[in-house]
């Protein structure tokens, strides 16, 4: 692995080539990307590509990458952007793009706005809220998320982003009905960490979850776009709007082994099956 740095007028991005180099290889290179997650979240997964070039980095603001705009918060359009600079600095594309949770989303804006840049998306899991049907209770579970954090700190935000997320199915009165979630139940403290500025439970990435898909730009691109989902992701909330989202592109997702973060090792908090993970990636990339 070799580590590099972007320098662009708003932010320094740090990314990383793995595997041989693109002339040395017979695939396209790999680019695995995601939000809040930063490069060392796909150390596992690019593992399983020795074959390829893999390019992984930490979007702006985050892990590596500084910052120079003054702004805090994660919108997928800036995001977007900077992912078309490193591929255009690189000049590798068009990339296969595996992209995961906000990850994806800023994927589906780069196709968007950036269509040459990529040859196949498969976008895991992509958490915007617009898809759904009942939108508006999303809005209002992700609120109460917020209001934990900012009253007791990372530890109650948790507990409440977990209790939303893994809720099955519409969110009912009888989600809200439930009183707050205790983050001793997750095996968690229960002490305020003082922390209030966590991209995941602040509103810092509310742009991500707030992204609406250009649907005919979608359809309308080069770019072979997949909706990926886990098969233990059924019925909760990144599974459904995995579920959405293809249904509206008018098409049905790709099934990939574990659950939101199937392809993590051990290393990660909530290891999946990176193995049987990475062996399902390559079947679909083969297939293009």
Do not use: C
Not at 5 to 23: Q, R
Not at 94 to 114: E, I, K, M, R
């Amino acid at each position: 692995m070799t580590e590099h740095i972007l320098e662009t007028p708003e932010a320094d991005l740090a990314y990383d080539l793995l595997g041989p180099t693109p002339s040395a290889s017979a695939h396209r290179p790999l680019m695995m990307i995601g939000q809040p997650m930063t490069a060392d979240g796909f150390a596992t997964l690019a593992s399983y590509f020795p074959e390829r070039t893999v390019i992984t980095y930490d979007p702006r603001g985050l892990g590596r990458s500084v910052r120079k705009d003054g702004r805090t918060d994660n919108a997928p359009t800036v995001q977007a952007e900077d992912v078309h600079a490193l591929i255009t600095a690189l000049g590798v594309g068009p990339v296969d793009l595996f992209a995961s949770s906000g990850g994806a989303v800023t994927a589906l804006a780069l196709v968007t706005a950036h269509p040459d840049d990529v040859a196949t998306l498969v976008a895991h899991e992509p958490p915007m809220i617009p898809v759904l049907h009942d939108a508006a209770a999303a809005e209002r579970a992700r609120a109460a998320v917020r209001d934990a954090y900012q009253a007791k700190g990372s530890f109650a935000g948790m507990a409440a982003f977990i209790a939303w997320t893994s809720w099955q199915g519409e969110l009912t009165d009888a989600y809200f009905a439930q009183p707050p979630a205790d983050p001793a139940m997750f095996g968690m403290p229960t002490i305020d960490d003082g922390t209030r500025d966590d991209p995941l439970l602040s509103e810092a990435s509310w742009a991500v979850t707030d992204y609406a898909p250009d649907v005919a730009a979608l359809q309308a691109a080069s770019t072979r776009v997949l909706i990926a989902v886990g098969e233990e992701s059924k019925g909760v909330f990144t599974g459904r709007t995995a579920e959405a989202t293809a249904a509206i592109l008018g098409s049905s997702p790709v099934v990939f082994p574990s659950h939101h973060g199937g392809f993590t090792g051990p290393d990660g908090g909530y290891p999946g099956q990176p193995e049987a993970f990475a062996e399902r990636l390559r079947e679909v990339l083969d297939e293009s």
